[in-house]
């Protein structure tokens, strides 16, 4: 099984810690990191990475529209909502922009691994 | 869910009793999912108090947050500093080495709790079909202070837990606050 290049996308240092923590040491690497939407979708053009985790809740431009502008210019993108946001609308929303998938904090590594891997049998 | 209610709690306007009992009980069950959890906290108790004149912000960090409509509730979580001290040793122990400076994290870590708790409650909050918003939170500094406009309604909750001490105030987001809070947040 190959590495996956992951970008993840939080507003908080220490969520961005942990699942750097947790991607490597599943042995995927983590290419990149932002802090805001904008942040996201500029790196994403840099980076194409296989894989973004990404946040709801950040400033300025916010997951759910970071999702929709990379997935417009990039539609094979696979991204995994990575959200402590539990209602129904606001996720079909995040399906609905291009998410794969998503994951509610608190992150614990097992679900981590679980989605990656599906992203990973959708990915080939 | 609380331990009491005090008598006299009611409110003004469309920010009524139903609403903010229904806010603070999501707050407190999601509160007590949070940081036990993240830390291996354990909540006691979650009590209500009548409206109180300013956000309660005694402790050592204050984190804000703003619920969008149709909830529209201002929320401020203020963390005893024994209380955030396990809550970033928690959240921060398996990551970080013995020895590396935690600093960083002390604000990061709470208002990620915040995140955290509210996020998670907006599955049990009232939404009319609506995506309830949720802002980014934001820590207050020493030099910042919510004080109750003449007609804004404010609710409190203290959630005690086996680390310290936690005040929950909740506030009608239509009712602005007066300065400095809207000038720095």
Known sequence: MSALRVLVVDDSLI?????????????????????????????????TPDLVTMDITMPDMD?????????????????????????????????????????????????????????????? | MYGRKAPGFSSEGGF????????????????????????????????????AADIRRPHAVTVLATLGAPVSALVAFSFEEPLLESLVEGMTGPLIMDGDDVGPYREDCAAEAVNMALGLGTADLPSGGMAISLSPPVVLDNTQW???????????????????????????????????????V
């Open chain 2, 146 to 184: 919510a004080h109750r406009n003449r007609d804004a309604f404010i609710a409190t909750m203290r959630v005690i837990t086996d680390k310290g001490v936690l005040d929950v105030s909740v506030a009608d987001a239509r009712d602005p606050l007066d300065a400095p809070i809207n000038s720095k």
């Open chain 2, 16 to 51: 009524g009793d139903a609403l903010i009992q229904h806010l603070f009980d999501s707050i407190l069950s999601r509160t007590r999912q949070v940081l036990s959890e993240e830390a291996g906290i354990t909540v006691r108790d979650g009590t209500v108090a009548s409206r």
């Open chain 1, 15 to 47: 969520t961005v810690t942990k699942i750097t923590t947790i991607l490597t040491d599943l042995g995927h690497a983590v290419v990149g990191t932002a802090g805001t939407g904008e942040g996201a979708v500029e790196s994403y053009r840099h980076l």
């Open chain 1, 63 to 124: 997951g759910v529209e970071a999702t929709r502008m990379i997935i417009n210019e990039f539609p094979d993108a696979t991204i995994i909502m990575v959200t402590s946001h539990g209602q129904e609308r606001l996720l079909f929303n995040s399906l609905e922009a291009g998410a794969k998938g998503y994951l509610l904090k608190p992150i614990k590594r097992d679900k981590l691994a679980r989605i990656i891997e599906k992203a990973r049998t959708r990915l080939g």
